[in-house]
């Protein structure tokens, strides 16, 4: 592995159904994020993480959970879907924030709920 | 409210150069950020800017003027590869990273 992973790319789901989306890091990044993009929007913060054991709400956090267990894993949690969940999911970390808040994605999960 | 503007598309010919603006309102700032990314695929950073005046980095520059709440890319002797979409995001007072809706830029040969 090398900088982030993310699992599944892709993924239909039914409305109403549970599903998780895996993110995992090898960099030791301490923060660690979740984003959706949609079409003629920008990039809108889920939730984040600064560090292990600590999570936090971002810009749309509502229908989403995470947890961080671990520095490396950051699982973000759809717990009954909706159609207006269809998106593209972005993991991403980085080192700290300022100079060092480059952030390094992940490929990204297209996600369909109908 | 927090507020970034990109253009939403622009188009520009190889070989030429051009520049993608951003504006900026947020509560506070510490850096503003410019990643490309291309279609399908994940964003890469590009730049960052948290002090006045221009950084460049081979093709690609970055300007910023704290004063004005503005920054533009610089993009010269384009590419075909270059085509994508541009990123402006502003670092707030709480380090919390604000997107614009990104510029889709276009080349034609």
């Known amino acids: 592995i090398a900088g982030i992973t993310q699992a599944p790319t892709s993924q239909i789901l039914a409305a109403g159904r549970r599903m998780t989306l895996r993110c995992t890091q090898d960099?030791?990044?301490?923060?660690m994020y979740w984003y959706r993009q949609d079409l003629g929007l920008g990039l809108r913060l889920i939730h984040y993480?600064?560090?292990?054991?600590?999570?936090g709400k971002g810009e749309v956090p509502d229908g989403y959970s995470v947890s961080r267990a671990n520095t490396d894993d950051f699982p973000l949690t759809l717990a009954s879907a909706v159609p207006s969940q269809t998106s593209v999911y972005f993991c991403?970390?980085?080192?700290?924030?300022?100079?060092?808040?480059?952030?390094?994605f992940g490929e990204g999960s297209r996600l369909t709920v109908l | 409210g927090q507020n970034i503007d990109q253009p939403t598309e622009m188009t520009a010919t190889e070989g030429a150069i051009v520049q993608i603006n951003c504006t900026y309102q947020?509560?506070?700032?510490?850096?503003l950020f410019w990643y490309q990314q291309h279609a399908g695929e994940a964003p890469t950073f590009l730049s960052y800017?948290?002090l006045d005046g221009l950084e460049e980095k081979g093709r690609f520059s970055s300007f910023l003027s704290r004063s004005k709440g503005y920054s533009y890319l610089l993009l010269k002797e384009l590419q075909m590869k270059d085509s994508a979409s541009y990123l402006c995001?502003?670092?707030?007072?709480?380090?919390?990273?604000?997107w614009g809706a990104g510029t889709k830029l276009i080349i034609k040969p």
């Open positions: 800017n948290v």
């Open positions: 960099m030791r990044h301490n923060a």
């Open positions: 993480s600064n560090t292990a054991g600590t999570t």
């Open positions: 995001a502003v670092q707030d007072s709480n380090y919390q990273l604000i």
């Open positions: 991403a970390s980085s080192a700290g924030t300022g100079a060092t808040g480059e952030l390094f």
């Open positions: 947020t509560s506070g700032f510490n850096g």
